[in-house]
């Protein structure tokens, strides 16, 4: 027991610091574990380089046991650093440990990466009878899924003349690309009289309350662009001409394949899930005319459309931290277990401070070290939801961490949003049934529904725009900054609906969103996390405490399955097309709840 536990928490969760001596007790102690982990990881290679083609089934689980316990200690190490430095970047001392972690890191990489690729090398069946081995079922599903990429992989020398064009090929574009949009500014009165903004500064105003400031930050925030859109729209096309050049090298027939591999899913369930979303996109325009409506309005305007609806009341930490325990609690004590350890054992730094970084994160740390939150606690609503957020993740990794090893205890970027968006609607529905002050309980309904949109919608028109893109620049035609923004409003137009009024320069919206530019399709896992945890969320309405036991299965499952094997014994089966009908469901429950007000 820590003295956190005993101290009391002020106005934005004054003196709520993580305490991170479990982990390592100082700097030099995680310089030494990582050196001790480096030291290993050379031993590990001096061993069995060279050995997998004719590994037997004992030795690969000692193998793999070995290289856990080196996962282990680099992962400790290096979460001490980052995390001590997510709390003080300024501190040169904490940048210092942070380099020198990830330098080492890079040459751990290096170090191991012979026994990827001797396993990528060896025959199918020779494969198969060693994954399927009893000695490696803790393994198995992490040495298959690691061979999915092998039928796309080229021969050696190829590899590294892509990797080695990579830097020009492909990063230098990325890295263009942030150039330009992280520092263009532009001037804006935000009320405080003309101050440089930049893009992000500038979509912030989207939730004021003032309705002629958000026309003004979005307008402004289009003059600013439209001089870059070209340029934009050129490391774009570059990007995507490169990629449907390698994956013709690769052998991948289209362009959402590799994504589709990378989430462990299907194409065809995406595919369904996407014409899934495109059909319910009437339900995001009754609420767009519901919110015109609340708001007094003729028509929404696209500046209208995440216009703040009621004022949540204040909440202090410790009434967050009663409230979200309770929330999990009514699932199960076993989660409400989880959570309270985060908070007795001092793993969670809520209190903003300066040199802090902003967001908020659950850091997994290793799996024989416990997880750590960090957040920015500002006394409002939307903080609790946050904690739960991260306490959802945290309960993830907590579980997995018990029962699998380093390699299967984490899933993909599919279901990693899932146990996180759980432990919000937990929470969400506590309050729901809690909560007495109606400006509060109609702000928290709105945010729930507008960030469902947000999820589920959005994420899929963005998806759909890239496919038509990529599909463009297939058949020949250059992604110029005026082709984009056709695309760009067709997918916003589907979605819209005559629901909301889109503003000429919204053209450019394309142009400032950088997943298309790191990424390609990573948007589409955020809408099947969220439609996913709203068909698991019906489940659990539907078989109450038979499903919380099954839900902490999975949990505890980590990533040793694929999302498929690891959802249908929740009775959520992603092969049915009608899969997604109990997550539309929900959200028009959601939808039907807020248009009372
Ligand atoms: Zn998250």
């Known amino acids: 027991m820590t003295t956190a536990e005993h101290s009391h928490s002020g106005a934005n969760a004054e003196g709520v610091r993580w305490d991170l001596s479990p982990l390592a007790s100082d700097a030099r102690a995680a310089q030494e574990l990582l050196t001790e982990g480096i030291a290993r990881a050379r031993t590990f290679a001096e061993r069995y380089r060279g050995t997998l083609a004719t590994i037997t089934p004992a030795t690969l689980a000692t193998a793999l046991d070995e290289l856990a316990v080196i996962d282990n200690m680099l992962s400790r190490a290096s979460s001490y650093g980052h995390l001590r430095e997510a709390t003080d970047v300024s501190n040169p001392e904490n940048r210092d440990l942070s380099a020198t972690i990830d330098r080492n890191l890079v040459d751990a990489g290096n170090v191991l990466r012979f026994f990827d690729l001797e396993w990528l090398a060896l025959d199918q069946e020779i494969a198969d009878v060693l994954a399927n081995a009893p000695e490696l079922a803790p393994n198995r599903h992490y040495l298959l899924a690691a061979r999915r990429f092998a039928p796309h992989t080229l021969e050696e020398q190829e590899e590294r003349m892509l990797a080695e064009r990579e830097p020009a090929a492909v990063s230098a574009w990325q890295a263009l690309y942030g150039r330009i949009t992280s520092t263009l500014e532009v001037d804006f009165d935000g009320g405080d ?43 774009y096309d570059t990007l995507v001409g490169d990629r449907l050049a390698t994956d013709k090298l690769r052998g ?63 909440v202090d930490y410790l009434e967050a931290r009663t409230l979200v325990e309770t929330a999990f609690g009514r699932f199960s004590p076993r989660i409400e277990g989880v959570a309270r350890d985060f ?17 908020a994160f659950c850091a997994p740390v290793a799996q024989d070290a416990p997880a750590y939150v960090l957040m920015n606690f500002t006394d409002q609503m939307n903080d609790v939801m946050t904690l739960a957020h991260e306490l959802g993740h945290g309960m993830h990794f907590t579980l997995s961490a018990e029962r699998q090893s380093a390699m299967s205890m984490h899933t993909g970027l599919a279901l990693a949003e899932v146990p996180s968006t759980f432990a919000e609607l937990l929470t969400f529905d506590h309050l729901l049934a809690t909560e007495s002050d109606p400006d509060t309980r109609r702000a928290l309904i709105c945010e729930r529904v507008e960030g469902s949109f947000a999820t589920v919608f959005r994420q899929t028109v963005l998806a759909r725009y890239e496919q038509r893109a990529y599909q463009s620049r297939d ?24 629901s909301v009024q889109l503003p000429d320069g919204y053209r450019f919206g394309w142009s400032y969103i950088p997943h298309f530019i790191s990424t390609r399709f990573y948007t589409y896992a955020y809408a099947f996390a969220h439609l996913t945890t709203l068909a698991l969320y019906a489940q659990y309405r539907e078989h109450g405490a038979a499903f919380a036991e099954q839900y902490m299965e999975f949990l505890a499952a980590g990533g040793s399955k694929s999302p498929a094997d690891l959802l249908a014994p929740l009775g959520v089966d992603l092969s049915s097309p009608k899969v997604w009908d109990a997550g539309f469901e929900e959200m028009t429950r959601m939808v039907e709840v807020a248009e009372e007000g």
């Not at 989207?206 to 729209?233: C, I, K, S």
């Not at 899913?265 to 005319?289: K, P, S, T």
């Open 252 to 314: 991948y027939g289209d362009p959402m394949d590799r994504t589709h591999l990378n989430n462990e899913l299907d194409g065809a369930v995406v595919n369904r899930m996407m014409e899934a979303v495109e059909a319910h996109y009437g339900l995001a325009q009754r609420w767009f005319r519901a919110k015109a409506k609340i708001l007094g309005l003729e028509r929404l305007e696209l500046w209208d459309q995440y216009a703040p609806i009621g004022n949540g009341r204040a």
């Open 343 to 359: 908070f007795s054992q001092s793993r969670i730094d809520a209190e903003p401070r300066p040199g802090k970084r902003g967001g």
């Open 475 to 498: 058949e020949g035609s250059t992604l110029t900054a005026e082709r984009l923004s056709a695309i760009w409003m067709d997918a916003n137009r589907a979605y819209y609906g005559d």
């Open 193 to 235: 009289g003309p101050e440089p903004h930049t893009i992000d500064r500038l979509l912030a105003h989207v939730r004021n309350p003032d309705r002629a400031l958000r026309q003004r930050a979005l307008e402004t925030l289009y003059v600013g662009l439209e001089p870059q859109t070209e340029t934009l729209a050129q490391v």
